[in-house]
């Protein structure tokens, strides 16, 4: 019973999850699609949070621990993930379908009626609003290449200015024998009477 009220409390905080990642106007930006009214801000976070509350309330610790770190897992995942990367699976998933299609179009009878039911399901989904993508992925790609570039470049600067005072520092003795790896001589111990 935990584990189906945790993946319930999980599927809804990933709805809310996912709507928002679809309305964040700095996420929209970075990836220079057009920028979207967001409609319920609020019932959002409130729907993303409601779940693990509700859980708590519950005093279902096992089912919350679940959820925290499903939800975690699930937030990591929805933001790596690229407009690019949607599209290239839009395009895969239509591929599949087509091909799918194609096999059950053969087939005839009751299995022919299941055909469809799932062609109508098809093509309410593809009247659902989707998100715009970029006009062009490969811009976007060379801007990201060029400013890894960028960065790779001024690591490496930074990294050479680094080893210079370093050594300068060391040179003149300015680094205490601690942080350069050598230690100093333990001091001796003087027991009372003269014994060490």
Request: proline share 6%; glycine share 8%; no cysteine.
């Amino acid at each position: 019973m935990t584990g189906l009220v945790s993946t319930l409390a999980l599927a809804i905080s990933t709805a809310a999850i996912l709507y928002l990642r679809a309305t964040d106007a700095k996420r929209r930006r970075a990836f220079k699609l057009e920028p979207v009214m967001r409609r319920w801000p609020r019932l959002a976070k409130t729907l993303l949070w409601l779940p693990g509350i509700t859980l708590i309330a519950l005093g279902n610790t096992a089912g919350v621990l679940i959820w925290l770190g499903g939800i975690t897992v699930v937030g990591w995942g929805v933001a790596a993930i690229t407009p690019a990367t949607v599209d290239i699976a839009k395009m895969r998933l239509d591929a599949w379908r087509d091909r799918s299609v194609a096999k059950l179009a053969e087939l005839e009878g009751p299995k022919q009626r299941v055909l469809a039911a799932l062609s109508g399901l098809w093509a309410m989904r593809a009247k659902l609003p989707s998100l715009p993508l970029p006009a062009s992925d490969a811009t976007a790609s060379g801007d990201l290449v060029d400013r890894v570039a960028a960065l790779e470049a001024r690591i490496a600067e930074l990294e050479a200015t680094l080893a210079e005072k370093t050594l300068a520092e060391k040179e003149r003795g300015d680094i205490p024998a601690h942080q350069l790896g050598e230690l100093p001589e333990p001091p001796s111990l003087v027991v009372a009477g003269g014994r060490s």
